[in-house]
Each structure stands twice: as C-alpha cells, then as structure tokens.
C-alpha cells in the first residue's frame, strides 16, 4: 500500500514560483521513481517531470528550463520546483510514484495522488 499526498499548490501570478511537495507512505520499498504530471480542463494528462530508478530526469518540453524535480530520498518526498509560472501551466498537478525494473522508464507509475490545483493567473 502507497499513499502519496500532495501539497504546496495554489494560485500565483505570471513570473511567480511555487513548490509542490509529494510525500510517499506505506509501502515506501515498493517506489523506486517518481513524478510529476498535470492536466488541464480539456486536455489530457501530460508529463511534467520524472525521476527514473536510474537517477535521470526527463521534463516536457514546456518547463524544461523553469521547472526542477527533486526527491529527498530520506523523507520519501518528491518536489516540483517551478518558477517563472504562466498561466499555460495552470491545472491539477498529479503526483505520480512506482516501483518499474528499467532504469529508463519516465513512467506513468503505479500510484497516483490526488491532485493539487495550481491557478497561474493576474
């Protein structure tokens, strides 16, 4: 059993920064790569960011740039660090977590959060 629990979303203005936050419980040996997507009204869910059990982060092309995925091992936590905010990256951000076998593997993961809203927006 995993539970992962989102947090830090809200609403900023264009240029603004915000940090999400995912933290992992439960069955913590079943997540060896974590991630991050969102889905926007009307448009399906996309990749933000990932980190695989290899250790590599892939980023869509979009936040490439402003957008930083890290993962405090310790804690079990994945962050999504995004700056210079605009109001295209408005949606619900999913935390997204699982155990794969390949080292390259960008997911979708096993486990889902529930989501975060993040509103960019003057």
């Known amino acids: 059993q995993v539970q992962l629990v989102e947090s830090g979303g809200g609403l900023v203005q264009p240029g603004g920064s915000l940090r999400l936050s995912c933290a992992a419980s439960g069955s913590i040996f079943s997540i060896n790569a974590m991630g991050w997507y969102r889905q926007a009204p009307g448009k399906q869910r996309e990749l933000v960011a990932a980190i695989t059990s290899g250790g590599s982060r892939g980023y869509a092309g979009s936040v490439k740039g402003r957008f930083t995925i890290s993962r405090d091992h310790a804690k079990n936590t994945v962050y999504l660090q995004m700056n210079s905010l605009e109001p295209e990256d408005s949606a619900v951000y999913y935390c997204?977590?699982?155990?794969?076998?390949?080292?390259?593997?960008?997911?979708?993961?096993?486990?889902w959060g529930q989501g975060t809203q993040v509103t960019v927006s003057s």
């Open positions: 997204n977590a699982g155990r794969v076998d390949s080292y390259d593997d960008y997911g979708p993961y096993a486990h």
